[in-house]
Structures are given as structure tokens and as C-alpha cells.
């Protein structure tokens, strides 16, 4: 049996620096998006520091750190450069990803299976350096045993697959997609592990998956700054906000809706 502890809203600010270095300027300026999303209700803010910075800038990680009054989520690669910036940076937390430079967004979960010895380390050294660790992954059950294993304490489920389900109108990819979510986060969290979801959620979807008791955090990027870009940023998380309250208001007695 679950039970509903508040939901968080991380808000990824990647995008708004994807528009600033589409003309290489300084704006718009991230770090004035991340303080006008936190004004407006959200409780953290998400940023990835890419290989190839195509978006996030080095300079954007220490002042998200130096001038932001919530926690700072740093993704990035397991890479030694990464490494040093986020000990450096010692931001509340790291989420490590899969990256590839030939990607557009972030494709799929980290392999954890595959990749624990390389990743043992990493997650050690941001421990001991005081960063709370995350590792995105596929709500599949071997990877999840192995994040508990290797002792972080979090993980974020891709979400992307549903999304897109949801998004196309294929019902029963949809469906499968979902159960998959519902029993990860069920499996995540009898292991004793945070859960976190993020990649694809819109409001209909952060909705429906903030009725599962067992996720405390939703990272939330693109499809904001989308919205933003219409209604404003603010009114963009107080919506996003709003449809994750109406999720979790629907969580019965068994923790799901």
C-alpha cells in the first residue's frame, strides 16, 4: 500500500537556452527563467549540461547554483568532465543519462545492467561529494535492481515511450507502456528507492501520472517552454501545477486512482 507524500515539480529550463544560442546572444536568459518558474510555484529546476553545450552553457550551471533559492537538478553524462563540473558545481542533485551527440533529445534510459561498473564510481564520488544521485532509466525490473544495488537513491522513469503512445493514439501501445511505469514505480519504491519520471509529459499525462502514489517528482521541460511561449512561463507551471494536483487528488485508498 502507497501512500500520496506531495508531488514536486522540477522545471527543466534547457530550451529556453536553446532559443538564446539560436542567435548566440545572452538571451533569453535561463537563470531569469528558472527564478520566474520557482516564483510561480516550482520546486525545482532541472538543467542538462551537454557534451556538445548545445543548450546549457557551463557559465548557466554556477549561476543556477549561485542565484536559484531551490534545488538545482544537474543532468549530464557519467563522463570525467561532467564529474568534476558537478563536484565543483555541487548542485542537490545529479540525474545521470545516456547521451549521444547525434541525438536530439535524450533517447532511451541509461543501461544499468550493462554499464554498472563504469557507473559504480561515478555515483561514489557524487555521494561522498554530498550530491544526491539519480539515474534515468526504463521502468524495466532488472534495471531497477541494479540502481538499488549500486546504492543510489533515486531513480527518474523514461516516460518518453508513453508519451508518444499517448501522443500517436495507439491505445495499446499506450496501455503496455503504462503498466510498465505503474509496476516500475511499484518495484522502484519496495526496493526503497525515490522515483522520479519525467521525458514527454504534458498536462493530460502529468496528470495521470501523478495518481501514482509511488512518484514524488515530475521533470518537465520542452512541453513548458512550448506553452510559455503563448501563455507565459508562469501560467505554464501554475497549469502544470494544477493538472498534477488534480492527479494526485484522485489517488484512492490502494495509492492509485
Known amino acids: 500500500m502507497s501512500t500520496a507524500s506531495p508531488l514536486r515539480l522540477g522545471v527543466n529550463v534547457d530550451h529556453v537556452a536553446t532559443l538564446r544560442n539560436a542567435r548566440g546572444g545572452a538571451l533569453p536568459d535561463p537563470v531569469r527563467a528558472a527564478l520566474l518558474a520557482i516564483e510561480a510555484g516550482a520546486d525545482g529546476i532541472t538543467a542538462h549540461l551537454r557534451e556538445d553545450r548545445r543548450h546549457i552553457r557551463d557559465a548557466d550551471m554556477a549561476r543556477l547554483k549561485a542565484e536559484i533559492s ?13 564529474l568534476a563540473i558537478a563536484l565543483a558545481t555541487r548542485p542537490h542533485a545529479v540525474c545521470l543519462v545516456p547521451e549521444r551527440r547525434e541525438e536530439l533529445t535524450t533517447e532511451g534510459g541509461l543501461d544499468v545492467v550493462g554499464q554498472h561498473k563504469a557507473l559504480a564510481p561515478a555515483i561514489a564520488r557524487l555521494s561522498d561529494g554530498g550530491i544526491r544521485v539519480s539515474l534515468f532509466i526504463a ?26 503512445a499517448v501522443a500517436d493514439g495507439d491505445r495499446a501501445k499506450a496501455e503496455s507502456e503504462w503498466q510498465r ?29 501523478a495518481a501514482l502514489g509511488e512518484i514524488a517528482e515530475l521533470n518537465i521541460g520542452y512541453y513548458m517552454i512550448g506553452e510559455a511561449l503563448f501563455v507565459g512561463l508562469a501560467e505554464t507551471v501554475r497549469a502544470m501545477r494544477a493538472a498534477m494536483d488534480r492527479g494526485r487528488g484522485k489517488i484512492a485508498g490502494n495509492g492509485r486512482a
Open 70 to 82: 531551490k534545488p538545482l537538478n544537474f543532468e549530464m553524462a557519467a563522463t570525467d568532465e561532467m
Open 139 to 164: 521502468a524495466d525490473p532488472a534495471q531497477i535492481e541494479m540502481v538499488a544495488r549500486l546504492r543510489a537513491p533515486v531513480i527518474e522513469i523514461h516516460t518518453g515511450a508513453w508519451c508518444d
Open 181 to 209: 511505469i505503474t509496476a516500475g514505480a511499484a518495484l522502484a519504491r519496495a526496493a526503497g528507492l525515490e522515483v522520479h519520471a519525467g521525458h514527454g509529459l504534458d498536462y493530460a499525462t502529468a496528470e495521470k501520472i
